[in-house]
Nanobody
Framework: QVQLVESGGGLVQAGGSLRLSCAAS?????????MGWYRQAPGKQRELVAR???????KYADSVKGRFTISRDSAKNTVYLQMNSLKPEDTGVYYC???????????????WGQGTQVTVSS
């Protein structure tokens, strides 16, 4: 199965920035068209916050639009999430995985990485 390793999380004050990375094994980008970043805040359901196609089209949740930027480097099998102007409500565990394009709901997937913790203090 595909291995997904998220990194780059940490503790940051409100208004700060973080850049998350997602490294995938093999040649996953040749198989999966849309990759996304998800997050799960304490006491909340996992949500899809950003996604990107192999053609570099992007979509963002309203809560992060204008602050987060998703990008990908297919040659490196890596997806990034640049997070600026962070808010305490951005706190959560961030995961990368394949994503839908035409719906916003979180799909049921049989594999999730361990994620990377993002904590934003006020």
């Amino acid at each position: 199965q595909v291995q997904l390793v998220e990194s780059g999380g940490g503790l940051v004050q409100a208004g700060g920035s973080l850049r998350l990375s997602c490294a995938a094994s093999g040649s996953i980008f040749s198989i999966i068209n849309v990759m996304g970043w998800y997050r799960q805040a304490p006491g909340k359901q996992r949500e899809l916050v950003a996604r990107i196609t192999s053609g570099r089209s992007t979509k963002y949740a309203d809560s992060v639009k204008g602050r987060f930027t998703i990008s990908r480097d297919s040659a490196k099998n890596t997806v990034y999430l640049q997070m600026n102007s962070l808010k305490p409500e951005d706190t959560g565990v961030y995961y990368c995985n394949e994503a839908p394009w035409n719906r916003d709901s979180v799909p049921t997937l049989d594999y999730w990485g361990q994620g990377t913790q993002v904590t934003v203090s006020s």
